[in-house]
């Protein structure tokens, strides 16, 4: 195994954790340590932190939510930047300036409360804004990029940029972020329409129901496992090939919906991945399709 990194004296300043167990901090609720945890608390302590991780040369790894990643069994080496702590949200003419590490339910119920409409489809995706903004996340037919205007990101250097919708590549769970850019998503300003409160607070009670009626929300998992492929939908490949309820230690394919790999009880990040790679080549055999994963990988596996 790599060696591991510890905290210098300079990081000792923010107050770091060490072996921070990534099992408390995804939603999956499995993966082994991260050496260093930072948690920066506004964008100028980000940017200190940045500059010391890169003259200390450790690497960093950016955490979010913890949802839509599976970490492995070896944990992280070097730091893991949670950006939960960046949480500021500002709301004006239906414009909603919010900070990366908001969540997205947190976000959906203050545009809720100010009258505004357009965020009800991701009241229930367990995700921080940054998070949604690098996966394009979705749900019943919208998607990020509907209502997204500009976001404001950190290189690693610490410097600060803006990028307007087109510059972000946002394409289905895709950005250029997931793909070939590895700057640090700031905030995030999304146009939203003037709306009725007590109609958005429905809607939003309407899709809760939902969610909790078609998918395994009392199981701890990564959320879906798996992109949609084409116009068909993973799920139903799945469920075709007779795979719900297959397991691979206390990996499972939920029973209830089968595009979620869920965690039975002490499932492994090995047992999560064997799992996800099973079921791709049973779906592969019984239809030709090869189901790409949405969860994003991250870590010693």
Request: hydrophobic share 40%; with cysteine.
């Amino acid at each position: 195994m790599e060696e591991k990194y510890i905290p210098s004296e300079k990081l000792r300043i923010f107050e770091p954790l060490t072996d921070v167990p990534m099992s408390s901090y995804t939603t999956i609720h499995c993966g082994g340590p991260a050496d260093i945890g930072l948690f920066p608390k506004s964008e100028d302590e980000l940017a200190l932190m940045l500059g010391i991780l890169r003259d200390e040369d450790i690497p960093v790894s950016v955490i979010g939510g913890g949802s839509n990643l599976l970490v492995g069994d070896g944990g992280i080496r070097g730091a893991a930047l949670f950006i939960g702590g960046l949480r500021e949200l500002k709301i004006r003419d239906g414009l909603m300036n919010v900070s990366a590490g908001v969540s997205l339910p947190k976000a959906a119920r203050m545009a809720a409360e100010a009258s505004l409409t357009g965020l009800e489809f991701a009241s229930g995706i367990p995700g921080t804004v940054g998070g949604a903004v690098v996966m394009n996340a979705g749900a019943y037919g919208r998607e990020m990029k509907d209502i997204l205007q500009k976001v404001r990101v950190m290189d690693r250097m610490g410097n600060i940029t803006t990028m307007g919708l087109e510059e972000l590549g946002l394409s289905y769970r895709s950005s250029v972020f997931s793909e070939d850019r590895d700057d640090i998503i700031l905030s995030a300003l999304i146009k939203l329409d003037e709306g009725n409160r007590d109609t958005v607070m429905e809607k939003m009670k309407e899709l809760a129901a939902k969610r909790r009626d078609t998918q395994p929300l009392d199981m701890p998992s990564a959320g879906s496992t798996f992109k949609r492929p084409g116009n068909d939908s993973a799920a139903r490949l799945i469920d075709v090939c007779g795979l719900k309820g297959l397991r691979v230690g206390d990996a499972m394919v939920s029973e209830k919906h089968a595009g979620f790999v869920v965690n039975a009880g002490s499932a492994t990040a090995r047992d999560v991945r064997e799992l996800i790679a099973l079921v791709q080549e049973k779906v592969e055999a019984g239809f030709g399709v090869r189901l790409e994963p949405e969860i994003k990988y991250m870590g010693s596996f």
